[in-house]
C-alpha cells in the first residue's frame, strides 16, 4: 500500500501560518477603522465596509480552521484509526468546504474592489470594467462550479479538475490586468503633472498599489504551481490564500489612508506625519483635478487644492 501524505502536518503548518497572517491582519484592521472613523478626512462608505467584511470572513475561517484541527487531530473516533487524521483531511467534509467557501466569496469581494477602484482612477470610464467584470464572471462561476462538483460527489474529480485549470487562470490574468490598470493610469496622471511639480506625486500610490497586488498574485501563483504539480499541500495552501485575500486590501487601505510614502518625499518641513506630496493649485480651463491622496477615497475634504486627473473626486476650476 503506497505511503500517504502527511497531511496532517501540512494542515497544523497552514494553520499556522495563517495565524501569524491573521495577526497582521489584526493589526492592519485597526488602522483602517482608525483611518475611516477618526480622521477628520472624510472615506467612502465602501472603505469601511470592505474592511470589516474581510476582516470578518479572515476571523471566521481561522475559528473554522481550529475547529477543524481539533476534530481531526483530537477525536478518538478518527484518531483512533491508522493513519486517520490523514484520511480526515483527505476527505471533502462540511468544515473543509466552508473553508473553501469563504476563501471564495473574499477574493470575489476583493476583485469588486478593485474593478471599484479601477472605474474611478480611470475617471469612470466604462469600458475596462465591463472587461474585469467579464473575466471576474468567469472566475467566480468556475470557482463555484468546481467547489460544487466537490460537495456533489464528497471528491476531487477530473472534472472539478479541469474547471479549476480555468479558475486559477482567470483568477491570475484579472488580477495582473487590475493592478497594472490602475498602476499606470496613476502613473499617466504623475507623468502628466510632472512638468508642473517638479516630482511624480502619484508614486507613492503607484508603489503601494504594485506592492499589494504583488502580494496577492504571489499567493494565487504558489496555489496555482502546487495544484499543477498535483501537490497534496495544494489545499493547505488555500487555507492561507485566504488571509493573504484579507491582508491585500487591508494594506492596501491602509497604506493609501495614512499617507505612506516610498522613496523621495516633499522636502516642505513643516510635514510631521508620512503623508503624500502637497499639490499645486492650477487653473486650466475645464480640466479635471485630484489630489493624489485620494488615490483611494473618492470623496475628499480638500476644497482649495487640485490636481490634473484621473480618479475619485471630480472639480472643475474654470478660468
Not at 234 to 255: D, K, R, S, W
Request: charged share 10%; aromatic share 12%.
Amino acid at each position: 500500500m503506497p505511503k500517504l501524505p502527511a497531511l496532517n502536518r501540512m494542515f497544523i503548518t497552514s494553520a499556522w501560518l495563517q495565524s501569524i497572517i491573521y495577526g497582521v491582519n489584526c493589526v492592519l484592521f485597526g488602522v483602517c477603522i482608525y483611518a475611516s472613523f477618526f480622521r477628520k478626512r472624510k472615506t467612502h462608505w465602501i472603505i469601511p465596509v470592505s474592511c470589516i467584511y474581510h476582516f470578518s470572513i479572515a476571523t471566521v475561517h481561522n475559528i473554522i480552521s481550529l475547529v477543524y484541527a481539533l476534530q481531526g487531530l483530537t477525536n478518538p473516533a478518527i484518531i483512533s484509526v491508522p493513519d486517520g487524521s490523514t484520511l480526515y483531511f483527505a476527505r471533502v467534509t462540511a468544515l473543509s468546504m466552508t473553508m473553501t467557501g469563504l476563501y471564495l466569496f473574499n477574493v470575489l469581494l476583493l476583485d469588486l474592489l478593485l474593478i471599484w477602484r479601477l472605474y474611478m482612477v480611470w475617471d469612470r470610464n466604462l469600458i475596462l470594467p465591463i472587461i474585469m467584470l467579464i473575466l471576474e464572471a468567469g472566475h467566480f462561476s468556475t470557482a463555484i462550479t468546481a467547489w460544487a462538483i466537490a460537495i456533489r460527489f464528497g471528491v476531487i474529480t477530473s472534472k472539478s479538475v479541469t474547471v479549476l485549470k480555468a479558475c486559477f487562470t482567470f483568477n491570475l490574468v484579472l488580477t495582473i490586468c487590475l493592478t497594472f490598470g490602475i498602476a499606470y493610469r496613476l502613473w499617466r496622471a504623475g507623468k502628466d503633472t510632472f512638468g508642473m511639480t517638479g516630482y511624480n506625486a502619484y508614486k507613492p500610490a503607484i508603489y503601494t498599489i504594485i506592492q499589494c497586488g504583488g502580494i496577492y498574485t504571489a499567493s494565487i501563483v504558489v496555489v496555482y504551481a502546487l495544484f499543477f504539480s498535483r501537490s497534496s499541500a495544494a489545499v493547505m495552501a488555500e487555507y492561507v490564500g485566504i488571509q493573504f485575500a484579507t491582508l491585500t486590501p487591508l494594506l492596501l487601505i491602509a497604506n493609501l489612508s495614512l499617507g505612506a510614502t516610498h522613496g523621495k518625499r516633499d522636502e516642505t518641513p513643516d510635514v510631521v506625519e508620512p503623508t503624500f506630496v502637497q499639490p499645486v493649485q492650477v487653473n486650466i480651463p475645464e480640466e479635471i483635478h485630484i489630489h493624489p491622496d485620494d488615490a483611494m477615497d473618492p470623496l475628499p475634504t480638500r476644497s482649495n487644492q487640485s490636481f490634473p486627473i484621473y480618479g475619485d473626486t471630480v472639480k472643475k476650476d474654470i478660468s
